[in-house]
């Protein structure tokens, strides 16, 4: 929906200038023509001089006519052409050019982009109407819009949970990259978190040939992520939680171990906090290193793909923040990168 030419308020300040501008032109040149000719007839009075004073008589009458034809003119074009047509758009635009009507147009304006914003639902028509609706000097008006946008801003937000849901889909056609997003979406009480994963970045690969795990003893049946502290971890795929029971614990603490002078670690008494998810299928994922107390699920638990289990850390046998990651086939460690990828986390 668009506004008129003579209904933008933007065209309206430029009418508004151009009619302060005419005013200003009918009344200062008059006054400088009537100046320049007191002055003519002063100096000659003054000088005595008679020539000065014939020039002054010829220039006073071109001079009032000037006058007359600047102060008169504009508005003599005016009336005649309300008088010919009150719908002329050159007429209406002008009598709209006042504070008022242009307040006015700023107010149309602002309602219009609000009810685009209440037939789209759309954030950024949302934002452009706060925009234009702050910048009103009718505050009655402003605020009986932003009262209106308060409402619209409900149903898009509504809209935008529900879409945010629907991305969790009741059809996996694979294993999600199990870090989650950022932003949490509770449904029926349960967390998930299906956005774009905050960590994707791997520090050890399926086999352990890095330093580290060569300083474990060899070895590594997962994939190491690079998670920082406080990462959502999620159900890579639906199952049933097979650990931790409701008698095992998940608060062991974090830790940083480091190697000794042989490149040796030392993980004596370590225990990390992990879940393990069984599919029903034959294959089970693993993951490990969680935070203290933030697992949120037990053994028992149907848990649905996206579903926040708990929230990573660097619990038990581990160097720094991480998720460890790991999927067994009929009971044999696989290669998690053959299941989940940073490239296309959620297939």
């Known amino acids: 929906m668009l506004l008129s030419i003579c209904d933008n308020p933007n065209v309206l300040e430029v009418l508004r200038i151009i009619k302060i501008v005419i005013q200003i032109i009918k009344i200062i040149i008059p006054i400088i ?104 000097k009718n505050e009655n008006e402003k605020n009986r819009i932003l009262e209106e946008l308060e409402s619209i801003l409900e149903e898009i937000e509504k809209k935008e949970e529900e879409e945010r849901k629907s991305n969790i889909s009741t059809v996996e056609n694979g294993y999600w ?75 062991y603490p974090e830790s940083s171990i480091k190697p000794d002078a042989n490149g040796k670690y030392n993980c004596s008494g370590l225990v ?25 699920v037990r053994a028992g638990d149907h848990v649905k793909q996206g579903q926040v289990i708990g929230l990573s850390g660097s619990s038990g046998c581990s160097t720094g923040p991480h998720l460890h990651f790991g999927i067994s086939v009929n009971g044999k460690a696989v290669d998690p990168e053959k299941y989940v990828s940073a490239a296309n986390p959620r297939p």
């Open 33 to 136: 023509l009537i100046i320049s000719l007191s002055l003519d007839f002063t100096k000659a009075v003054y000088s005595n001089d008679n020539d000065l004073l014939t020039k002054a008589e010829r220039s006073a009458i071109p001079k009032i006519v000037a006058a007359l034809l600047v102060f008169f003119i504009p508005t003599f074009v005016d009336l005649i052409i309300n008088i010919n047509s009150n719908e002329n758009a050159y007429v209406s635009c002008l009598n709209n050019a006042t504070r008022e009507k242009i307040d006015e147009a700023y107010v149309k304006e602002a309602q219009i982009l609000v009810d685009e914003a209440k037939e789209s639902l759309s954030r950024s028509n949302f934002n452009l109407a706060v925009s234009k609706t702050n910048k009103l």
């Open 177 to 251: 990259f199990p870090i989650g997003g950022s932003e949490i979406v509770e449904i029926n009480g349960v967390k998930f978190a299906p956005g774009t994963p905050t960590a994707t970045g791997l520090t050890a690969h399926f086999g352990g040939n890095d330093s580290v795990h060569q300083g474990l003893g060899g070895g590594h049946g997962a994939i190491d992520i690079g998670a920082a502290r406080y990462s959502n971890v999620i159900a890579s795929k639906s199952g049933t939680v097979t650990h931790p029971t409701a008698n095992e614990r998940i608060d």
């Open 272 to 296: 990390a906090n992990s879940v393990t998810i069984d599919h029903g299928d034959g294959t089970v994922t693993t993951y490990k290193h969680l935070y203290a107390n933030t697992i949120t």
